[in-house]
């Protein structure tokens, strides 16, 4: 169960991501919240050795970054897909 509610974590922090970044309409406040989020779930999990949540503190990473720095299209589309990836694999 806690494994589909961390999927449909990594799937909302995608889409917000993806919507803060082109579109502007997410407030920096909430994106804060997610990559704090999306920051404790991959540092709780690499303590555990899951690969997988290294991507975790990099996107949380990414996240605070975006906030001041723009970031490159392509990579915002790497990281949006890999977190849909990641969220989708999860729910099944």
Known sequence: MIVKILGILDIL???LFWLSTFFHI???SIIIFFAICLLAKGLFFVILEHIASAFDIIV???MFVSLSHSIPSLIIFLITFLLLQ???LSLV
């Open 86 to 88: 990641k969220g989708v």
């Open 13 to 15: 922090v995608a889409m």
């Open 26 to 28: 997410i407030p920096s």
């Open 60 to 62: 949380a990473i990414l």
